[in-house]
């Protein structure tokens, strides 16, 4: 899984802000695998390349998720939904249990 890291403020210019650091965090603590983008890119160009890697999802996280505390899951098939990490944490496991 991908998480894809867009916005202003102390997640600009390649350096991940505290909020996705956080989510990252626990994700992993759910051991749940993910990558986190730091890169400074345009979040389109971001999308366009995980689709190519073929990564199953990818959560962005800008202004909007963060004042509304929510992440915005894009699949790999482009649909998207928005939910709260929680949310999508249960949705991972029930689609993936681990053996």
Do not use: W
Not at 34 to 58: C, F, H, S, W
Not at 63 to 81: F, N, P
């Amino acid at each position: 899984m991908d998480l894809a890291r867009s916005g202003r403020g102390d997640e600009h210019h390649g350096r991940p802000g505290r909020l996705c650091r956080r989510r990252a965090s626990r994700l992993r603590a759910s051991d749940v695998r993910i990558e986190l983008d730091t890169r400074n890119e345009k979040i389109g160009y971001k999308i366009r390349e995980a689709r190519q890697q073929k990564v199953p999802y990818m959560l962005i996280t800008g202004d909007r998720e963060k004042d509304e505390g929510t992440v915005t899951v894009r699949e790999r098939s482009g649909d998207q939904k928005t939910m709260t990490l929680e949310e999508f944490i249960r949705i991972i496991r029930e689609s993936h249990p681990v053996i």
